[in-house]
């Protein structure tokens, strides 16, 4: 059966990742020690490929872990800022069938970009924003654990057209409006404010009064695209003395909702966990702690908010990047058990195709996209192009994976509204 929807693809500044590819930093390069880092380089490989911490966990892939060789294609030893590292490249293709054969997710290298605005306050109550030029344990905690996720996660230059559009007060009350405006000039749609300071146990902090109301009606009012209402879940716990509503995206920060005298709901049976253990650990990280964490998701007019607590403020970082990680995966990763009666196909009208080239280059792309089990051109009359897709996953799948690029974009009407069903526009 092919399906037709009402499809609006929001522009998304994206990079494709090497999520076959896994670095493991090293003391040396002797036999021991290059085994155990493929090993370790082969997880890594695989938590990127399928967004979940809890792929190694999977039976089938302890067995391959056990023997990497069989993936591996080729490695070498680099020296990266002065500690050496061994980088291994494994067969993509390979990986997939394992992924899939284990009935884990699988994400796709195209990841969104996304930017950090971290203000930082010391022991001595002075407020400092992490920038991009810094080599500090919270800033290194960052850049490795985005690389060892397979996303990208930039940190502001903080050069006068930052410091002219946002201050430290703002990242510090993450206003979701100074935090879009500052971010413009990244070209990004993914952005995560945070505050990172010594812990007051006596009281768990809060968002400024002015904007609490506004972002608690903005995250539970507004849901996900690649939501429907038969597969949302929710459940209810706490945290300390702080009352939170969690919808579960499975990530090991989840996004967390700071919400007074919600009612818990039936979690659905269908929901393939991304994951209630990556949950449970999160919240085994959280509750009293020396420091506090206290961050913002935002993706378009959407704003989930939550907080982190330990003794560690590296450790605090490298929470929320696994996190948010987790989180990117649970919106773009295909997930097994969709549709588990046959693959859900579609057909896509494409125009703006001018030449035999951009024929084939359509296709391809098509092709390449990780929902996409298979695809075929149909029909042709004259620039515009009938392809057929069989799925992985969903058709929301499909939008939500098409959203991280523009090489498509959807055919408006008079009133530039995008008309129903799959009508499209090639991009070059």
């Not at 997930?335 to 046959?342: E, V």
């Not at 523009?406 to 009508?423: E, I, K, S, T």
């Amino acid at each position: 059966m092919y399906v037709a929807v009402f499809v609006s693809l929001p522009a998304t500044a994206t990079v494709q990742i090497d999520t076959h590819v896994g670095q493991v930093q090293v003391e040396n390069q002797n036999q021991s020690t290059q085994q155990q880092a493929s090993r370790e380089a082969l997880k890594q490989v695989l938590i990127k490929m399928s967004g979940t911490t809890t792929a190694p966990e999977n039976a089938g892939v302890k067995t391959a872990v056990r023997s990497p060789g069989q993936y591996l294609r080729s490695y070498r030893f680099d020296d990266i800022d002065g500690q050496l590292y061994y980088i291994a490249e494994f067969d993509q293709q390979a990986l997939l069938t394992l992924l899939r054969r284990e009935g884990l997710p699988v994400w796709g290298n195209r990841r969104p970009e996304t930017i950090l605005w971290l203000a930082v306050e010391n022991d001595n109550g002075q407020r400092d924003i992490v920038e991009e030029a810094q080599s500090d344990v919270i800033s290194q905690a960052v850049r490795e654990t985005a690389r060892s996720r397979g996303i990208r996660v930039s940190l502001p230059l903080m050069d006068l057209t930052d410091n002219q559009a946002i201050a430290i007060y703002d990242i510090w009350g993450r206003f979701p409006q100074a935090l879009i405006k500052a971010s413009s000039r990244y070209g990004v749609d993914y952005i995560i404010g945070a505050r990172l300071y010594k812990n007051n146990n006596a009281a768990i902090p809060n968002l400024p009064e002015p904007d609490q109301e506004t972002l608690l009606s903005e995250a539970l009012s507004e849901n996900w695209n690649h939501q429907d209402n038969a597969v949302q879940s929710r459940s209810e716990t706490r945290v300390g003395v702080q009352q939170v509503d969690t919808l579960s995206m499975g990530a090991a920060a989840n996004v967390q909702y700071q919400v007074a005298n919600s009612q818990p709901q039936t979690v659905a049976d269908n929901v393939m966990p991304f994951s209630t253990a990556e949950f449970e650990a999160m919240m085994a990280e959280q509750g009293e702690g020396e420091y506090a964490l206290d961050w913002v998701f935002i993706r378009g007019n959407d704003v989930k908010t939550g907080s982190l607590y330990g003794n560690d403020k590296s450790r605090l970082a490298q929470l929320l990047i696994n996190g948010y990680a987790s989180y990117l995966a649970d919106i773009f990763s295909i997930k097994p058990g969709q549709n588990a009666q046959s693959s859900e196909k579609v057909k896509m009208s494409v125009a703006n195709l001018d030449s035999l080239e951009n024929y084939v280059m359509a296709q391809r792309y098509l092709a390449s996209l990780s929902v996409v089990e298979h695809v075929s051109l149909s029909a042709q009359s004259g620039s515009v192009g009938t392809f057929e897709l069989s799925l992985l996953g969903s058709a929301q799948d499909l939008i939500n994976t098409m959203s991280l690029e523009n090489r498509l974009q959807p055919v408006r009407d008079a009133f530039g509204q995008p008309v129903q069903g799959y009508n499209f526009y090639w991009n070059e």
